[in-house]
């Protein structure tokens, strides 16, 4: 979370806080045409001249530099390239038979902002390559030629996988290389294999290199750039980020790393190790070109064993169920809040969520439904607070003397009051405390919509897509802290939040400036919540709603006169009631202080 997100989550919490204490009451790509099996397109490398023609196999007929630099290998160094399509419901991968490289990664259920197919990884802005150390040196294996093999299995629950095996080799060896790919996954598994080809190759790891400048996918690319980071998970069990912002940044990871994730803020590209990586570094900055998000890059080493190495690529959206059953961690490309809210959206919000999308294909449908979900499961709470502050209304009269009696005298004034709550039988935080309570299911909100894959490019009324901003007037300029755009579903959560507060302060016993700060905090809040989601703006509209409706119900069946008469019953049978050494212990230090106070 960078600086400006921070602190706007910072006010956000003071304000509510405050606000609760004194005034709450408590996209489909165009189908292509393919083959079943594969789909190929084959692109001749330009032939050499007469003189320079090579016969491969003859090692004594290639020329002396590339004998010299590939070895046993030189005649693998020729060939012409294809290109394979692996493909399932999901995703679409072209592989290269030169290098056995991943060319081109699609999404086929999502389109980019644009509405054009959503290219997750190519080869003009991503570029992977795998080496070796060998006798000649370090050899890259994008420079050999792979013949390729591809068939399909079916496992005994009926999944159907495609295979596609790519062999290299001479009379001294093979280099095999396999990539598959599962129906309904978005994970590309990999293996590479040294056969024979004794002492030629000298190291024991698979190098890799991994350069990828983020394509922007979404309309708002500060808030994309905000949320795209390099993610990845220690052996130890540890999740760890660059973070977010415009530095660059880099860094060396001593201790073995078990993935890396590229993470934007709807979608991953990531590289999941069978055991380990080592010797991982990583590195991300911010260009200034506007089509590119940010730049990213990974180097790591694969061990391989008995000269075998494996991995697997995740390709597809930040998901969290999915994510959680990628690998261990993996589902922290989401982010879900800090640990004191992250909780309400992993084991509620999220399945929630899924629940009511089996039903509802209308997410502003799906998000008046959470707030009428949660409403009704938090009323409890409501209703406690609301009779917290009933309480304390019904003995304003008692308050009120004591503050004429004792009101040059502060420290005299607490200890009268705490007294005369004892004796009625009020608490001054029944009102406060559920609200408290309640507040991580807001804050988890905070998080979750702007993190939300569900709602982007859903519509819902004047908003085109829930995921970011409704524009409902663009502006010739731009607002400081505010922005160059209004939106209507901020404004009408900032009305609903000052009528909310207006229908509060009837019920409270503020007074002064502490009661007009109320209607100064929904005002702070749509320069906040201005270019955050509609989503997110739309559900606090519509829980203000919901929240005046209670109130008002339950203000239909509370007699003030009533709670009075259990006041006074409460005066009656506490008039001989004893302190309790709580309230003993707090009296001692306010009469300690309030002394030292006058010695000074």
Same mark, same amino acid.
């Given at each position: 979370?960078?600086?400006?997100?921070?602190?706007?989550?910072?006010?956000?919490?003071?304000?509510?806080?405050?606000?609760?204490?004194?005034?709450?009451?408590?996209?489909?790509?165009?189908?292509?045409?393919?083959?079943?099996?594969?789909?190929?397109?084959?692109?001749?490398?330009?032939?050499?001249?007469?003189?320079?023609?090579?016969?491969?196999?003859?090692?004594?007929?290639?020329?002396?530099?590339?004998?010299?630099?590939?070895?046993?290998?030189?005649?693998?160094?020729?060939?012409?390239?294809?290109?394979?399509?692996?493909?399932?419901?999901?995703?679409?991968?072209?592989?290269?038979?030169?290098?056995?490289?991943?060319?081109?990664?699609?999404?086929?259920?999502?389109?980019?902002?644009?509405?054009?197919?959503?290219?997750?990884?190519?080869?003009?802005?991503?570029?992977?390559?795998?080496?070796?150390?060998?006798?000649?040196?370090?050899?890259?294996?994008?420079?050999?030629?792979?013949?390729?093999?591809?068939?399909?299995?079916?496992?005994?629950?009926?999944?159907?996988?495609?295979?596609?095996?790519?062999?290299?080799?001479?009379?001294?060896?093979?280099?095999?290389?396999?990539?598959?790919?599962?129906?309904?996954?978005?994970?590309?598994?990999?293996?590479?294999?040294?056969?024979?080809?004794?002492?030629?190759?000298?190291?024991?790891?698979?190098?890799?290199?991994?350069?990828?400048?983020?394509?922007?996918?979404?309309?708002?690319?500060?808030?994309?750039?905000?949320?795209?980071? %390099?993610?990845?998970? @220690?052996?130890?069990? $540890? /999740?760890?980020?660059?973070?977010?912002?415009?530095?660059?940044?880099? *860094? +060396?990871?001593?201790?073995?790393?078990?993935?890396?994730?590229?993470?934007?803020?709807?979608?991953?590209?990531?590289?999941?190790?069978?055991?380990?990586?080592?010797?991982?570094?990583?590195?991300?900055?911010?260009?200034?070109?506007?089509?590119?998000?940010?730049?990213?890059?990974?180097?790591?080493?694969?061990?391989?064993?008995?000269?075998?190495?494996?991995?697997?690529?995740?390709?597809?959206?930040?998901?969290?169920?999915?994510?959680?059953?990628?690998?261990?961690?993996?589902?922290?490309?989401?982010?879900?809040?800090?640990?004191?809210?992250?909780?309400?959206?992993?084991?509620?919000?999220?399945?929630?969520?899924?629940?009511?999308?089996?039903?509802?294909?209308?997410?502003?449908?799906?998000?008046?439904?959470?707030?009428?979900?949660?409403?009704? %499961?938090?009323?409890? @709470?409501?209703?406690? $607070? /609301?009779?917290?502050?009933?309480?304390?209304?019904?003995?304003?009269? *008692? +308050?009120?003397?004591?503050?004429?009696?004792?009101?040059?005298?502060?420290?005299?004034?607490?200890?009268?009051?705490?007294?005369?709550?004892?004796?009625?039988?009020?608490?001054?935080?029944?009102?406060?405390?559920?609200?408290?309570?309640?507040?991580?299911?807001?804050?988890?909100?905070?998080?979750?919509?702007?993190?939300?894959?569900?709602?982007?490019?859903?519509?819902?009324?004047?908003?085109?897509?829930?995921?970011?901003?409704?524009?409902?007037?663009?502006?010739?300029?731009?607002?400081?802290?505010?922005?160059?755009?209004?939106?209507?579903?901020?404004?009408?959560?900032?009305?609903?939040?000052?009528?909310?507060?207006?229908?509060?302060?009837?019920?409270?016993?503020?007074?002064?400036?502490?009661?007009?700060?109320?209607?100064?905090?929904?005002?702070?809040?749509?320069?906040?919540?201005?270019?955050?989601?509609?989503?997110?703006?739309?559900?606090?509209?519509?829980?203000?709603?919901?929240?005046?409706?209670?109130?008002?119900?339950?203000?239909?069946?509370?007699?003030?006169?009533?709670?009075?008469?259990?006041?006074?019953?409460?005066?009656?049978?506490?008039?001989?009631?004893?302190?309790?050494?709580?309230?003993?212990?707090?009296?001692?230090?306010?009469?300690?202080?309030?002394?030292?106070?006058?010695?000074?």
């Amino acid at each position: 979370m960078d600086k400006n997100q921070a602190t706007g989550l910072i006010l956000f919490a003071a304000v509510i806080l405050v606000y609760s204490i004194f005034f709450a009451s408590s996209p489909e790509i165009p189908e292509v045409e393919t083959n079943p099996v594969a789909q190929t397109e084959t692109v001749q490398e330009a032939q050499p001249s007469p003189n320079q023609q090579v016969l491969a196999g003859n090692d004594s007929t290639l020329d002396a530099s590339r004998i010299e630099k590939f070895g046993v290998l030189a005649n693998l160094t020729q060939g012409s390239e294809e290109e394979i399509m692996l493909e399932n419901d999901l995703i679409q991968v072209k592989i290269s038979t030169k290098g056995a490289q991943i060319k081109q990664v699609i999404l086929k259920e999502y389109k980019s902002w644009t509405m054009e197919p959503l290219i997750l990884f190519d080869e003009e802005t991503s570029k992977m390559a795998f080496s070796l150390e060998s006798q000649k040196g370090n050899l890259n294996l994008e420079d050999l030629y792979f013949q390729s093999e591809i068939s399909n299995s079916e496992n005994d629950e009926g999944v159907k996988t495609q295979t596609l095996t790519l062999k290299a080799g001479t009379e001294s060896g093979q280099l095999i290389q396999t990539f598959s790919l599962a129906d309904g996954s978005y994970v590309v598994a990999k293996s590479f294999e040294v056969d024979r080809y004794a002492g030629f190759f000298t190291g024991n790891s698979l190098q890799m290199t991994w350069e990828d400048q983020i394509k922007a996918q979404e309309k708002d690319l500060a808030e994309s750039r905000r949320k795209t980071e %390099v993610n990845y998970y @220690l052996s130890s069990e $540890s /999740y760890e980020h660059l973070g977010v912002g415009d530095d660059a940044e880099q *860094e +060396i990871v001593e201790e073995p790393v078990k993935w890396v994730a590229f993470s934007q803020r709807f979608f991953t590209a990531g590289i999941i190790a069978d055991s380990v990586f080592q010797n991982v570094n990583l590195s991300q900055s911010t260009p200034t070109d506007s089509l590119i998000v940010r730049s990213m890059a990974t180097s790591l080493s694969i061990p391989m064993e008995n000269g075998a190495a494996s991995m697997s690529f995740y390709f597809g959206p930040d998901k969290y169920k999915t994510l959680k059953t990628i690998t261990e961690g993996f589902e922290n490309n989401v982010d879900m809040g800090y640990f004191f809210v992250s909780w309400v959206n992993k084991y509620i919000i999220v399945n929630l969520f899924a629940l009511l999308e089996d039903y509802f294909t209308n997410y502003g449908v799906i998000i008046i439904l959470i707030v009428l979900l949660i409403k009704m %499961v938090l009323f409890p @709470l409501t209703y406690k $607070s /609301y009779m917290g502050m009933a309480k304390m209304r019904v003995i304003k009269p *008692e +308050i009120d003397e004591l503050k004429e009696k004792y009101g040059d005298d502060a420290t005299k004034m607490q200890q009268e009051q705490m007294k005369l709550f004892s004796q009625l039988g009020v608490s001054p935080i029944s009102g406060c405390l559920p609200l408290l309570l309640q507040m991580p299911f807001l804050f988890a909100m905070f998080f979750f919509f702007p993190n939300a894959i569900e709602l982007r490019q859903e519509s819902f009324w004047w908003a085109d897509d829930l995921s970011t901003y409704d524009t409902f007037i663009s502006l010739p300029f731009t607002i400081p802290f505010y922005g160059a755009h209004v939106s209507l579903f901020t404004l009408l959560m900032t009305v609903s939040q000052i009528v909310y507060t207006h229908f509060n302060n009837q019920l409270t016993t503020a007074t002064g400036p502490m009661k007009n700060l109320g209607y100064i905090m929904p005002v702070m809040f749509m320069f906040v919540l201005n270019s955050y989601p509609a989503g997110l703006s739309f559900y606090y509209f519509v829980s203000n709603m919901v929240t005046f409706a209670q109130q008002a119900l339950i203000k239909l069946f509370v007699d003030d006169k009533k709670i009075r008469e259990k006041v006074e019953e409460n005066k009656v049978k506490n008039v001989n009631k004893k302190k309790s050494k709580f309230q003993q212990r707090l009296e001692d230090a306010m009469r300690s202080a309030d002394t030292a106070k006058k010695k000074q």
